[in-house]
């Protein structure tokens, strides 16, 4: 059982920034794949970033050169860091842990992007 919160989102005008973390109740971060996906309203949960267990990181192209993924592996955080941020970015943000067979899920933390 892992246990995922989310913080950081808000309201920020177009080419603002925000930084939101994800804190995990267990030692996972820098031991699996950890990931942030979002959901605007009417779309599909995507993908935006992952950093593996490595420390390779992995961003989706609408994303790319405008967010970093890093971690904490001592405070066990995941951080997302959303620079220049566009309209499109508005969704509900999410943290996942990937421990192979099993995910878990935050509960989410809302981003919306509005001048």
């Known amino acids: 059982q892992v246990q995922l919160v989310e913080s950081g989102g808000g309201l920020v005008q177009p080419g603002g920034s925000l930084r939101l973390s994800c804190a995990a109740s267990r030692t996972i971060v820098g031991f699996y794949t950890m990931g942030w996906y979002r959901q605007a309203p009417g779309k599909e949960r995507e993908l935006v970033a992952a950093i593996t267990s490595r420390g390779s990181t992995d961003l989706a192209d609408s994303v790319k050169g405008r967010f970093t993924i890093s971690r904490d592996n001592a405070k066990n955080t995941v951080y997302l860091q959303m620079n220049n941020l566009k309209p499109e970015d508005t969704a509900v943000y999410y943290c996942?842990?990937?421990?192979?067979?099993?995910?878990?899920w935050g509960k989410g933390t809302l981003v919306t992007v509005s001048s």
């Open positions: 996942n842990a990937d421990l192979k067979p099993l995910q878990y």
